[in-house]
């Protein structure tokens, strides 16, 4: 188990069974979509993923959206919270290609739908069939940072996008 996996499962913001399921899902470079409010955990969870993804191969951190795209022998590209970026298009244009996978955050001040996204990779030709994780982080009664669930979200050659939570 990565350390800084280990170190999640030991605050409790992640299970054992969680953490091995995400360690599993960028074995299998899936794309990854951390949901939630700032303060909920999501950049720590980020940070971690993509500690995980560097021992899976290539990881670019996405500053410089011209520059960094371009790079073919990336793995998995860690991609935050970019300033004055349309990030729905970003991430229909990212998930759209099939050179990398993605982790990246959608939190509340990103008003847009991961679902209107992912069709519209579809409709622009993605890539068919594609897994992506949907990892809702949020705080509980006593605040306590956490996992609250996550979603595969699991899109076939027709198109459609078929949900389960794990």
Not at 26 to 36: Q, T
Not at 80 to 95: A, E, H, Q, R
Not at 110 to 137: I, N
Request: proline share 3%.
């Amino acid at each position: 188990m990565n350390p800084l996996l280990q170190n999640l499962i030991d605050q409790g913001f992640v299970t054992e069974e969680q953490a091995a399921y995400l360690a599993d899902a960028i074995g299998k470079k899936h794309n990854i979509i951390i949901s939630g409010h700032r303060g909920h955990g999501t950049l720590p969870l980020m940070a971690t993923l993509g500690s995980v993804a560097q021992g899976a191969g290539k990881l670019k951190p996405v500053r410089n959206i011209a520059n960094d795209l371009k790079d073919d022998s990336v793995t998995y590209y860690l991609i935050g919270d970019l300033k004055d970026v349309d990030f729905p298009s970003l991430l229909t244009d990212v998930l759209s290609t099939e050179q990398a996978s993605i982790i990246t955050i959608k939190d509340a001040e990103h008003s847009f739908s991961v679902m209107k996204v992912l069709s519209d990779v579809f409709k622009a030709g993605g890539k068919v069939p594609a897994t992506y994780q949907v990892v809702e982080c949020t705080k509980d009664a006593d605040e306590v940072k956490k996992i609250a669930k996550i979603v595969q979200i699991v899109q076939n050659e027709q198109g459609k996008l078929e949900k389960t939570t794990v």
